[in-house]
């Protein structure tokens, strides 16, 4: 990277700069935690509620389908985006102007006169949403390497605790019996509280980058090659889209595969997931950076990757629709819980402070793509192969991730020696 970007060896390695890590205040960290969980929170406000949105503007199926998948698309967009911005002019304004671009998106949703304009409206609140490169650039800018993994999971942990009350209380507050108007309570509540969010970071955060230290960036593209080339990020990134590509659409597939083996409703569906939240939270928040820092961010990953792969395999074979199903749903929430913040952690560590932003954003792009692909890829191997067919195919795409995992390590070690 020193070629490339001017820093030397050890800088790349992200070891050195300790200007990059200085302490920062609490109101700071959390406020930036009220960041994913406002995220978060948003996108689970809508998601219950976007199929009796759109059947109120009387929308095909297809168009329905097309909302879902228009904030991920705007998202894949936005992360490298606003990461690389962020690299340049700092995580501060980036953060403050997408909370407030992404209030007025839930705001215009609100108020949109039909499907069309919804679905405009969902690719730039995807778009807006998707800042989450800049946060971990910033965890990235004031925490000590070791101290990243850890923090980087309570993103995760805030993004679980979103998720878990965003469709409780858009279903609580919409009103579907009204039409589109129906609506606007549930969606002007989730404007209101990335408004919120926007004024914390304004008043709580300081700006984690030096003006004086930045130097030019190369080209997006000259980073996309570089990234892939990397013998940490490249391997790192195609862990992120694999493995994201099996989770989306497990996650996507498993109420129609629930319903299929054992007439499961709504109601339990729903309590698996709240239940699978519910257990990755607190170990994100408590457990993942501790083990992180005692058996190292490369170890841990595989170690994830190795539980989620039999819980995955074990599932057709063996899930009765009762305890176990619950049961082996939750350890693949536990051992994803322990393996995810790694991801940022080990990129964090390889990159140079000055295109953190960019290369978290790339691997969040990659993310992404993989949520908006992985649901349709399983929903036709869901009915076109066996209904338990994704299951399989889930396992085997997370099998060879521990490969992955394994050799990011082995090319973090290599990069410290020499």
């Known amino acids: 990277m020193s070629g490339s970007t001017g820093h030397t060896d050890t800088e790349a390695a992200g ?6 890590a200085p302490k920062r205040s609490d109101a700071a960290l959390y406020t930036l935690l009220s960041v994913m969980f406002i995220n978060m929170l948003g996108f689970g406000v809508v998601v219950p509620l976007l199929p009796f949105y759109g059947a109120s503007f009387h929308a095909a199926p297809w168009q329905i389908a097309l909302i879902f998948s228009a904030y991920s698309m705007g998202s894949f967009w936005g992360e490298p985006f606003w990461g690389r911005l962020s690299d340049r002019i700092g995580r501060k304004p980036i953060l403050v102007s997408t909370l407030l671009a992404n209030c007025a998106c839930y705001g215009l949703l609100a108020f ?50 979103g998720f878990i009350l965003g469709p409780f209380v858009g279903g609580s507050l919409a009103k579907p019996s009204l039409g589109p108007l129906g609506f606007q309570i549930p969606l002007l509540a989730a404007s209101g509280l ?18 004086k230290t930045r130097g030019p960036q190369p080209s997006r593209w000259r980073m996309f090659g570089y990234a892939v080339r990397h013998p940490v990020v490249g391997p790192l990134i195609l862990l992120t889209f694999t493995v994201g590509f099996a989770f989306s659409g497990i996650e996507s597939i498993f109420p129609l595969w629930a319903h299929h083996r054992f007439d499961w409703q709504p109601r339990q569906v729903g309590f698996v997931f709240g239940l699978s939240g519910l257990i990755a939270s607190p170990t994100q928040f408590f457990l993942t950076g ?17 539980g989620t792969s039999v819980a995955l395999l074990l599932q057709p074979l063996i ?29 964090s560590r390889s990159i140079d402070a000055d295109n953190q932003g960019q290369i978290m954003g790339l691997n969040n792009a990659a993310s992404a793509l993989a949520r908006f692909v992985g649901p349709q890829g399983m929903a036709l191997v869901f009915s076109g192969i066996n209904v338990n067919a994704p299951y399989f195919l889930g396992a085997g795409i997370v099998a060879p991730a521990i490969a992955l995992a394994l050799a990011a390590g082995r090319g973090r070690g290599q990069r410290r020696r020499d």
Do not use: C, W
Request: aromatic share 10%; hydrophobic share 50%; net charge positive.
């Open 290 to 306: 501790t083990l992180s820092k005692r058996f190292g961010e490369a170890r841990m990953l595989a170690v994830g990757m190795v």
């Open 112 to 161: 949109a006169p039909n499907i069309y304009f919804a679905f405009i409206i969902r690719f730039f609140g995807g778009m807006a949403a998707g800042n989450g490169s800049v946060v971990q650039g910033y965890i990235a800018d004031v925490s000590a390497p070791e101290d990243r993994a850890g923090r980087i999971s309570k993103i995760g942990a805030a993004y679980n605790i």
């Open 194 to 211: 990335a408004a919120a969010a926007a004024l914390g970071v304004f008043l709580l955060v300081r700006e984690s980058r030096d003006r």
């Open 15 to 20: 070891e050195v700069a300790p200007q990059a």
């Open 319 to 347: 899930g009765d629709g009762g305890v176990v199903t619950y049961t082996l749903m939750a350890t693949m929430s536990l051992f994803s819980s322990i393996a995810f913040p790694n991801t940022g952690a080990l990129i």
